[in-house]
Structures are given as structure tokens and as C-alpha cells.
């Protein structure tokens, strides 16, 4: 079989480039594009050592070396945490567009009976790996932004009702402005089982004008601060995991 070492180098040239490309996106650390370039040739030379006598363990040995040196021309040091942090998310983007790769492969080239899996004569072709690449990466991008700015909204909340505490799952609902004099609503799962004082705070909804039962209650959100609130009782939201929405303008 006729190897083209020119053309393996620019495959693995391309797909570390695009490896580097994510992990400066996902991390926002604003590559230069001759950095990324820089260090995508820099791990495509680990081609070069598949024609050589070495072993398994040293091959990987190699590859890890190259992919330590490529994050540092790419990103530089700054530290030792910053770097870990490029190094680590680089790996985890490679596991994925690699295992993902793999399962095409799998898919495509081979068929199976029962647990027994056998080549069926096909293979992928490389120009659908350069087209399907970037979509999988932008993906991965768009999801891992989307699971950030969700996830930032999840604070642990301690909710202090006269000499009872309880700790709760809070999100951060920006959509939730409500106020009555004063104080912002927060809103729980929970039942009104307490002996305080009702509150009932008038909203307004797409579908109309209603009340909502509130008591006074005391709150203290982590990394936000301790709020005076009204806390308004309702079993009408579904958020995944959530017991308490916290109000937005505690933002």
C-alpha cells in the first residue's frame, strides 16, 4: 500500500489545528492564528515517528511530549494552573471528536452479527471527515457555552424562615423581576406550611392578572450575598434540580 507522507502530515496538520481552534474558543484564550498554525505543525510531526521502530509506550510517550510542547507555543505559560487547564481541555476535545470519529467508522466500514463485528470492504472518505470535523467541534462549542451560562445560574441558597433553615437548590431566573415594596420575590417548590403572616403579591403573565402567596423570609445565596425576600409559594415551574428561583434583580 502507497503511503503519501504529505498527506498524512496535512490531515494531522488540519485536525490539531481544529483541536487548538476549539480549545482557544471553549477557554477564550484568543489564539493568534500564526500560534495555532504554529502549533498544529508542531503535532503533525508526530506522524513522522510511525515510520520509525518504536514501541506503543514510547509512541505515546512522544504524543504526549508534542502536545504539551504544542499548547505552549500556542497558548504560552503563564502559569502553572493555566497551562493544565489548555492542556486538559485540549485532551478532552481530541476524546471526543476522536471517539466520535471512530464510531463513524465503525458505523460505516463495518457490519456485525450479534457481537462478532467484521469489515465490510468500505472506509470514510477524507473529505467527509474534513466536512463533518468542524461541525462536531462547532457543536461541542456551542454546547459547552450554553452548559456554562446555565450552569453559572445555580447557586446553593439557605433560606431562613423565623428559627427554621433550609438549604435549597437555587437558579438565577433573569426573567423573574418581580418586587413588592421593595423586596424581590423568590419563588420555591416548596408548601406553605408556615404560620407567618401571608403575603399575597399581584403579577401579571401573558395569560392574565393573578396573586401569588408570599411570606417574609431571609435568604443567603452563595457567591451573591443575604437578601430580605418575599418568598412566594407556587408548584407551577419545572426546572431540572431546581427547589428555589431566585429573582433577577439580585443579579
Avoid: W
Avoid at 64 to 89: A, H, P, Q
Avoid at 113 to 122: E, R
Wanted: aromatic share 16%.
Amino acid at each position: 500500500m502507497t503511503v503519501y507522507v504529505d498527506g498524512v502530515l496535512f490531515l494531522n496538520f488540519f485536525f490539531d489545528f481544529l483541536l487548538l481552534l476549539t480549545t482557544s474558543v471553549v477557554l477564550k484564550r484568543h489564539a493568534k492564528i500564526f500560534n495555532l498554525i504554529l502549533g498544529a505543525f508542531i503535532g503533525s510531526l508526530s506522524t513522522l515517528v510511525l515510520f520509525f521502530n518504536v514501541s506503543s509506550i514510547q509512541l505515546f510517550i512522544i504524543k504526549v511530549y508534542l502536545s504539551i510542547i504544542m499548547i505552549l507555543f500556542t497558548f504560552y505559560y503563564k502559569d502553572f494552573k493555566y497551562t493544565i487547564t489548555n492542556l486538559g481541555i485540549f485532551y478532552v476535545v481530541s476524546i471526543l471528536l476522536g471517539g466520535f470519529l471512530y464510531l463513524l467508522n465503525i458505523e460505516f466500514s463495518y457490519k456485525h452479527s450479534g457481537l462478532i463485528f467484521y469489515h465490510n470492504g468500505l472506509s470514510i472518505n477524507v473529505i467527509f471527515l474534513f466536512i463533518i470535523s468542524p461541525v462536531i467541534l462547532y457543536i461541542y462549542i456551542c454546547q459547552s457555552k450554553l452548559f456554562r451560562r446555565k450552569i453559572k445560574n445555580y447557586h446553593q441558597t439557605k433560606v431562613k424562615i423565623g428559627q427554621k433553615e433550609f438549604s435549597l437548590m437555587g437558579y438565577l431566573d433573569t426573567g423573574n423581576t418581580l418586587s413588592y415594596k421593595g423586596k424581590p420575590v423568590v419563588i420555591t417548590k416548596m408548601s406553605n406550611t408556615f404560620r407567618n403572616k401571608k403575603i399575597l403579591v399581584p403579577y401579571v403573565t401573558v395569560d392574565g392578572h393573578s396573586v401569588i402567596e408570599c411570606i417574609n423570609a431571609k435568604i443567603e445565596v452563595e457567591d451573591m450575598g443575604t437578601y430580605d425576600v418575599l418568598l412566594g409559594f407556587s408548584e407551577n415551574f419545572n426546572f431540572s434540580g431546581v427547589d428555589i428561583l431566585l429573582n433577577g434583580r439580585m443579579e
